[in-house]
């Protein structure tokens, strides 16, 4: 099963790839652009608008997929718990004659005596 910070990291190296290349493709444009001052910033300001938009779905989406692993993990506890309690359970019930371990006397909903 693969870890959240394994899912985030993988989520985040793309994101980050693609910032930088356009920061970088940014760059290069304004350096390299024919066009005049005013086109070349509304040109801009459309590049940084979508690299917020791009950006900020790439985090949802990694948030999206970490809050779902996270969930997932959460109810493998919980059941995990849940059959510990029920072998106590069974454990302090089937062996008759036999005193009550500590645990399954914590566990059980009644107060048993050994």
Do not use: C, W, Y
């Amino acid at each position: 099963m693969n870890s959240p910070l394994a899912a985030t990291e993988a989520a985040r190296s793309p994101v980050v790839g693609f910032a930088l290349g356009a920061l970088v493709g940014g760059v290069l444009g304004v350096l390299f652009a024919p066009s005049s001052g005013e086109k070349t910033r509304r040109r801009l300001s459309d590049a940084a608008g979508k690299l917020g938009r791009d950006t900020r779905e790439g985090f949802e989406d990694t948030r999206d997929r970490v809050a779902g692993a996270a969930e997932e993990i959460g109810a493998d506890v919980k059941s995990a718990i849940e059959a510990g309690r029920d072998a106590f359970r069974q454990d302090g019930s089937t062996h008759e004659g036999r005193p009550v371990s500590r645990v399954a006397q914590l566990l059980s909903p009644t107060p048993r005596t050994p």
